[in-house]
């Protein structure tokens, strides 16, 4: 096929592109995991406050990837590195499933459990880490493989602001009507998310509680 | 203002509690002696789930007083109060992600006590509520209620607590089941003198298992009585429960079999 | 033991990210971008053939990014080691700095700043000036008589302008343009692809247009450029834009680099430029021929 071979004969530039990708993808993905858990937890303790984080959660997921790499891209310290400005997009873009994931996942915990626990005398800590934790993590991983397959996608259109990754293939094979420059790049990212939803898939599933 | 018997383990002084527009408890007064078993008998709403929960600060009194061996509970540490209590609820409450042996354990393990105290103390634990050792490495999705509930009761004894809360803890059985129970927990208190505060609607479990029955209604104690005056009581209220639950209640106020 | 692996698969993840983060040392190679406008390919071309021949290093093209801003994005994060780009270009919409009067030590201000601000440096200039250049038919340069955009301000209310996108858009554009000359059109001027403004120049349906100087065009389509006699437009020589660090590791690069200073002449330029668009070669040949033609490669 000779998208294949074009892909061997430029296998040193997919992988770079690929790494890039991961990279974009990964570090992004890790910020929104930090952020959105404990904000998530917060929301579930809190109750007062989970529409007012959902709600802005959602209003960020709702704006359009390329139009919030827009807005953002004024900002000097933003635009002066693509990647960085790509990394702050797709970390939002990210916190909606995290968060709203975690905060189901903690509430769906058998409140019998949660008041068992804490007669037991667990303090909140301990309640938070060896019970509601354990039991919520299937369901929060769940939201971390949307927020993850979400960012493969949204960071394809991140190279169109020169942030690199594999849409900088997709955009130069637009721009030189070349479909092996275009595949060399749909190709990796379609398979990195495929591969990404299966195997976070996979580990969800190990984790479920009985 | 009666004079507090030395032996009190729990006493409630003048407690009331609220919650919005809604008073849940007023005026309670009450002194739970040390080693008896005190049943909260009353109907839905009556507040004794509530009194219940004062006493391991899971609430706190909006007025008034709980103490527990005598320190006022406002003055304890919480997470020490609860550690020294034991807490069996009707839903049970096991934790789905450990085996019966950590869920058993928790509370001695982050008590810091040493592995192989912690595996003879649920060996032991299991054996005084009726289980044989191979359940430790059960999970509690493989047990049935009744196993479940008996393992809710092995995990409040675990740290050896001196006071037992209990709320409708067979309530969510079969009859079968829950008469087996009621029968050995009768037995194992009888062993083991724990104060004991038991909140139930059934009146032939609370003349089966309490030393006392404190009888409560809309928030209010309205009268405590040992099973035998209950059952002769003229109390409008408490003959009213008594004619609800009809005939065999003397046998069951006698202990003897149901 | 759940946690013993959860926490080796997150070192794991964390390895691997790590690994992609270093930027890409490119050991024994060069990679050469380009945007994506056939002269920028020529001459991204042109270093591409000009270091492969000159050094045993492997050149590696990235072409057809697409623009100023993803080219700056892409040499900063080592993602290209060399790219063409214009002094005027790197001024205004990189520097974001006014030409000032005269337009004076344009390259020396660029070169200065990239390597103080970005770890870049610039090659010498190749040698042409492709500035903005404001086309006119040649018919109607010779009918009105006019040769300089002051001239034309006269006519500009009948006229119609067509632009490219980032001429309209750019402070060194059409807005500072119309400003200088006071122009005024009769209508908004027409955005159109940078392809097409020639033609649609030749066949009546613009009167004036942006284009450049070395557009290859001009001369096949007989059109006049006219003389920006108050100068507004800074000179856009082009230059190689170098990362700091891939001199270091390749001087050699810096070395071929040289060679081409001054090579190529604005009519030269534009007859690249018209053999690769008009002629429809392929850009590898024209570079070829004209490398060959200066002795640069065999």
Redesign the interface.
């Known amino acids: 096929m000779n998208v294949v071979r074009f892909i061997l004969q430029n296998r040193g530039e997919v992988w770079e592109s690929t790494l890039q990708h991961l990279w974009l993808v990964g570090l992004s993905t890790m910020f929104a995991t930090a952020i959105g858990v404990p904000l998530g937890i917060l929301i579930a303790h809190r109750t007062r406050l989970n529409k007012p984080v959902l709600a802005t959660a959602n209003i960020i997921q709702t704006i359009p990837g390329l139009a919030l790499f827009g807005f953002l891209l004024p900002v000097s310290w933003l635009g002066a590195r693509a990647d960085r400005l790509a990394i702050l997009a797709l970390t939002l873009y990210a916190l909606l499933p995290i968060i709203r994931n975690t905060y189901t996942g903690i509430r769906g915990v058998d409140p019998a459990v949660v008041e068992a626990g804490r007669g037991m005398g667990l303090t909140e800590s301990q309640l938070l880490f060896q019970v509601e934790l354990p039991l919520a993590v299937s369901v929060i991983l769940s939201g971390v493989r949307v927020a993850v397959v979400i960012s493969v996608g949204l960071a394809t259109i991140a190279a169109a602001i020169g942030a690199g990754g594999l849409g900088e293939f997709i955009f130069r094979g637009l721009a030189m009507v070349d479909n092996r420059v275009i595949l060399a790049g749909a190709i990796p990212a379609a398979i990195l998310a495929l591969v990404a939803d299966i195997g976070v898939g996979w580990i969800e599933r190990r984790l479920q509680p009985r | 203002m009666q004079p507090i018997p030395a032996s009190a383990a729990i006493e409630f002084r003048d407690v009331s509690y609220r919650v919005a527009d809604t008073q849940i408890l007023s005026g309670l007064n009450l002194q739970v002696e040390k080693g008896e078993t005190l049943v909260l008998l009353g109907r839905s709403g009556s507040g004794k789930t509530t009194t219940l929960k004062l006493v391991?600060r899971?609430l706190s009194p909006t007025t008034g007083e709980v103490r527990v061996k005598g320190v006022p509970n406002a003055e304890s540490d919480v997470?020490?109060?609860?550690?020294?209590?034991g807490?069996v609820?009707?839903?049970?409450?096991?934790?789905?992600?450990f085996t019966v042996q950590r869920n058993i354990g928790?509370?001695p393990k982050?008590e810091g006590w040493p592995q192989d105290r912690i595996r003879a103390r649920v060996v032991e634990l299991l054996q005084v509520v009726g289980l044989g050792p191979e359940m430790a490495t059960r999970?509690p999705?493989q047990l049935s209620g009744g196993q479940r509930q008996r393992v809710?009761v092995a995990?409040?004894l675990a740290a050896d607590p001196e006071v037992l809360?209990m709320d409708e803890p067979f309530g969510a059985l079969d009859p079968l089941t829950r008469d087996e129970l009621q029968r050995e927990f009768f037995l194992l208190q009888q062993r083991l003198h724990k104060t004991v505060v038991f909140v139930t609607h059934d009146l032939r479990e609370a003349l089966r298992l309490g030393s006392r029955i404190a009888l409560m209604e809309a928030g209010r104690l309205v009268t405590v009585l040992t099973p035998q005056e209950f059952l002769r009581s003229t109390d409008p209220w408490a003959s009213a429960y008594v004619r609800a639950f009809g005939d065999g209640l003397e046998s069951a106020a006698n202990r003897g079999a149901s | 033991m759940r946690i013993l692996r959860l926490s080796l698969g997150l070192l794991a993840l964390v390895m691997v990210l790590l690994l992609a983060s270093c930027s890409p040392s490119h050991a024994d190679r060069v990679v050469i971008g380009s945007k994506n406008f056939t002269e920028s390919l020529i001459l991204g071309e042109l270093i591409a053939q000009q270091i492969e021949a000159h050094t045993t290093l492997k050149v590696e093209r990235r072409f057809y990014l697409a623009g100023t801003y993803i080219c700056q994005q892409a040499i900063l994060a080592g993602r290209i080691d060399v790219y063409p780009e214009y002094t005027g270009t790197a001024l205004t919409a990189i520097l974001k700095q006014n030409a000032g009067p005269d337009n004076q030590n344009v390259y020396q201000r660029v070169k200065d700043a990239y390597e103080q601000r970005f770890g870049l440096t610039l090659g010498p200039a190749l040698g042409f000036n492709d500035t903005f250049a404001m086309e006119i038919r040649g018919d109607d340069a010779r009918r009105l008589n006019i040769k300089t955009l002051s001239q034309a301000s006269a006519f500009a209310p009948k006229w119609r302008a067509g632009f490219g996108y980032e001429f309209m858009e750019r402070s060194d554009g059409y807005r500072g343009l119309a400003e200088t000359y006071g122009l005024h059109f009769a209508e908004q001027p027409r955005v159109m692809d940078l392809g097409l403004l020639a033609r649609a120049l030749r066949d009546h349906q613009i009167d004036l247009a942006a284009g450049n100087a070395t557009d290859g065009l001009i001369t096949a389509l007989d059109l006049f450029v006219l003389e920006d006699d108050k100068h507004y437009f800074p000179p856009y020589e082009a230059v190689p834009v170098i990362r700091e660090q891939t001199l270091r590791e390749h001087p050699e690069v810096g070395l071929a680099l040289a060679e081409l200073a001054g090579k190529i002449s604005d009519d030269e330029m534009r007859r690249m430029n018209y053999a690769a668009d008009g002629q429809h070669r392929e850009a590898k040949e024209v570079v070829q021929e004209f490398l060959r033609s200066k002795r640069l490669i065999q």
């Open positions: 391991n899971l997470i020490r109060l609860r550690r020294g209590i807490y609820i009707q839903d049970v409450g096991l934790f789905p992600h928790l509370v982050i999970y999705h809710g995990r409040a809360l």
